[in-house]
């Protein structure tokens, strides 16, 4: 897959934002400081959810979602095949932030969930808003991680991990992880690892 085409699949996803008004998975049916009904109305250039009661807004906004980067001494990027939501697709790494947890121990603990390996962060690799599921809307960070200790197995939601050449990647989950790849590889002049720092392909 080229970047281009990974592109148009990671943004090809719902943009509905009068959606978020309906109650359905993921969306707030209720008044979240009253606990009243909730109706459309239109609040400059969007509807948003009103509480028939007090008048607050409900706001909808993306949870933040982190991914970690791990490659082998080949270049060949560490994946994961999904047990639960997803299931047989491969992923990078993953998991959402808890509510008060900082942004980079959630990386390092969902890592260590779901592959048995102790990582230390380096570089962001990349960031992305996600709309492959229109009920929960995230921002993804992708960060590099360099293995410091542990045990490679699957586990927690993922049933599988296996390196993967950036550029021939299993059957994808989400988009944005087939961008970010798609990215690595162009990179690593699109044929795998090169040698050089994927981090700071310039150099
Ligand atoms: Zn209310």
Redesign the pocket.
């Known amino acids: 897959m080229t970047v281009d085409d990974a592109l148009a699949r990671s943004t090809a996803g719902e943009h509905n934002h009068e959606a978020l008004v309906v109650p359905g998975p993921g969306r707030v049916a209720f ?1 979240r ?2 606990g ?1 009904s909730l109706r459309p109305e239109q609040r400059g250039d969007r509807v948003r959810p009103v ?1 028939v ?2 008048g ?1 807004i409900t706001f909808h906004n993306p949870a933040v979602g982190v991914a970690v980067v791990v490659r082998d001494d080949v270049g060949r990027v560490l994946l994961g095949r999904r047990s639960g939501s997803y299931g047989g697709q491969w992923c990078i790494p993953c998991g959402y932030v808890e509510w008060d947890e900082d942004v980079r121990l959630a990386a390092t603990r969902e890592f260590l969930e779901e592959t048995g390996l102790v990582v230390e962060l380096a570089e962001v690799v990349a960031v992305h808003s996600n709309f492959h599921n229109p009920d929960q809307h995230t921002v993804g960070i992708w960060f590099a991680g360099v293995v410091v200790g542990g045990e490679l197995a699957a586990a927690d939601d993922l049933d599988a991990v296996a390196f993967f050449e950036p550029h021939l990647p299993p059957d994808l989950a989400f988009p944005t992880d087939a961008l970010v790849l798609a990215q690595l590889s162009a990179r690593l002049g699109g044929q795998g690892y090169s040698g050089r720092s994927w981090a700071r392909p310039d150099t």
């Open positions: 008044c400081r009253c009243q509480c009661g007090c607050a």
